[in-house]
């Protein structure tokens, strides 16, 4: 069965060759219409069937562990890794119709999954109490804990329940990974990058927490991290992924990566900004985290070098007492703020974002790819950035690069 770009509404039951992304008595549009929405109606399907395996393995396991885990890939997110693989897939002459397309949904969605083990994890060892303005799945173990009365201290029970969460989560995606890759003969999943792109976020995560350990540490350190950690697995392993899946020439997928190494680059230094700046009701996150954590972001590293540079002796005394504070409060996160904005270090942070998505954009145009989804890729690459099309010196489209 082929799969129009219209939105359809389907009853059940549906048989074996139903579009994955057309759920019973939902109306749910094509992945290229809605790629989003495509993933998570694909998610929802498939998650519903690993929950009912659970209760049939047991209940308070499916009840404690497994819905809420299913619950918190559902809950929230903008699918980001899920659209650069898709658009990836498109773009390098994937197709959109059955059978070609279920096999590239499939293994877009499972990125989501990998991104709830990376979140649920982060949580636990970042100590953030809340995410997407809930609690985090740590503490909602511990408040079980707390509210039955259960022995020990609620507070490991829930790092406890988290990590095993995690590993759900991890155990889900590399399922459904696999479900892609053998439905289409797939290459291998080393050949795709799917081997080399967890090794990188561990090997980032890592090396993130270790630069937090020793506190030493420099804008280039942080842009390393930041590569690994998230450049690699949230744009440009995705958009090499679907360019294999679609037997894309090396040409192409190089490029892709170009491409998508400068965009997670440009999104990670996005959200430094945001961990700063940013409004708790657009981040989820409370105002000023990252640095009541001391965490070694570009940004923080940038304004320490930067102050330090030009003698700025009452930038670098705020920057000291602030940095790292367990306690920061709103004037103190205020005085920081003025601090990094007084040395330079947001409009420098600002301005390599920008130059980032230019050269984002330029390997784009390089690639060779379709011309309509290669513009969907600029779009989601400025969407992710939130860089304005149009702004001064930042392409809008393949036709300005």
Known sequence: MTLSSETEDRTCPVSPQTPLWSRCGTQTPHPDVDTPGAVEALLASWLEDRVVEAASLDEVFCDEVARPVADFVLRGGKRLRASFLWWGWRAAGGSGREPEASGALKAAASLELLQALALIHD????????????????MDFAARHRGVGMNGSPEAFGTSGAVLAG????????????EATRERAAPRGEDLGWRAMRAEMVAGQYLDLRTQAV????????????????????????????????GASPHTRRCLEAAGHSAGLAFQLRDDLDG??????ATGKPAGEDV??????????????RAEACEDHQALEVMRRVFADSHLGAEALEEYRHALVRVGARDAVTERIEALVRHATTELARARLDSDAEQRLVDLVHAATRVVPGAPGVATDRRST
Request: avoid cysteine; aromatic fraction near 8%.
């Open 123 to 138: 949580d636990v060892m970042d100590r953030s109490e809340t995410r997407r303005g809930r609690p985090a799945l740590h």
């Open 215 to 246: 506190g030493a540490f420099s804008p280039e350190s942080a842009l390393r991290v930041a590569a690994l950690k998230t450049a690699a697995y949230t744009v440009r392993r995705p958009l090499g992924m679907g360019a294999a899946l679609a």
């Open 167 to 178: 590993d759900l989560a991890l155990m889900w995606a590399e399922d459904l990974f696999a």
């Open 276 to 281: 700063v700046f940013g409004d708790p009701a």
């Open 292 to 305: 009541r954590e001391g965490k070694a972001t570009h940004l923080a590293a940038l304004a320490w070098q």
